[in-house]
Nanobody, 126 residues
Framework: QVQLVESGGGSVQAGGSLRLSCTAC????????LAWFRQAPGKEREGVAQ???????RYSASVMGRFTISEDNAKNTLYLQMNSLKPEDTAMYFC????????????????????WGQGTQVTVSS
């Protein structure tokens, strides 16, 4: 059973930065495909960024150039560096993990991931 624990959320003014972390345990970290999702009140959960185990990183158009997904395999930790934050980035951010046999050229949907963290709130004020 994969367990994911996020941290690093908070409140920041527009233009500011935050870094989210997600520590995974319970499975071989290098086998997992990991991603960040977010969900604003009244909206569907949307993919933000993912790291493909077979190579490559994917980003949503809304965060491209502002957010960077990375990982530290030695710490079994996934990161999301968020720069130039906007009020529309306000949401609960979730870490997700799944086991896939091949890469995806597009962001996977939430239903494709089997494991989820509890979420961390990001609030950006104007």
């Amino acid at each position: 059973q994969v367990q994911l624990v996020e941290s690093g959320g908070g409140s920041v003014q527009a233009g500011g930065s935050l870094r989210l972390s997600c520590t995974a345990c319970g499975y071989t970290y290098s086998s997992l495909t990991l991603a960040w999702f977010r969900q604003a009140p009244g909206k569907e959960r949307e993919g933000v960024a993912q790291i493909e185990r077979f190579g490559g990183k994917r980003y949503s158009a809304s965060v491209m150039g502002r957010f960077t997904i990375s990982e530290d395999n030695a710490k079994n930790t996934l990161y999301l560096q968020m720069n130039s934050l906007k009020p529309e980035d306000t949401a609960m951010y979730f870490c997700a993990a799944g086991l896939f046999t091949r890469s995806s050229w597009v962001l996977r949907g939430a239903s494709e991931y089997s494991y989820w963290g509890q979420g961390t709130q990001v609030t950006v004020s104007s």
